[in-house]
């Protein structure tokens, strides 16, 4: 069973900038599509970002698209999100998922059949 750990949330300023990381083990890594999810309080978890089993392609949500940047690892195991340009709306838990590559869509978070605990991220103005 593939495991998935975050790692890299905490609190910054507005305007700061953040990375989050995200280690998976158990399954080949290049079967999955990785994403990043949030969730603020009394909100539904949305979609933040996606990269496809190379890298070769990415999808960003449209808040964040211009300040985040995901990115992958395939050597390592791991995928990234480069957060700059944090905005307090930005505050919300992280999570990050995987799904295999020939199945399901790269925004439906119900898609997505690994997650990881979530790392919350703070954005104070």
């Known amino acids: 069973q593939m495991q998935l750990v975050e790692s890299g949330g905490g609190l910054v300023q507005a305007a700061g900038s953040l990375t989050l990381s995200c280690a998976a083990s158990g399954l080949p890594f290049t079967n999955y599509v990785m994403g990043w999810f949030r969730q603020a309080p009394g909100k539904e978890r949305e979609f933040v970002a996606a990269i496809s089993w190379n890298g070769g392609t990415t999808y960003t949500a449209d808040p964040v698209k211009g300040r985040f940047t995901m990115s992958r690892d395939n050597g390592k195991n791991t995928v990234n999100l480069q957060m700059n340009s944090l905005k307090p709306e930005d505050t919300a838990v992280y999570y990050c998922?995987?799904?295999?590559?020939?199945?399901?869509?790269?925004?439906?978070?119900?898609?997505?059949?690994?997650w990881g605990q979530g790392t919350q991220v703070t954005v104070s103005s």
């Open positions: 998922a995987a799904r295999v590559y020939w199945r399901g869509s790269y925004y439906t978070p119900s898609d997505y059949t690994v």
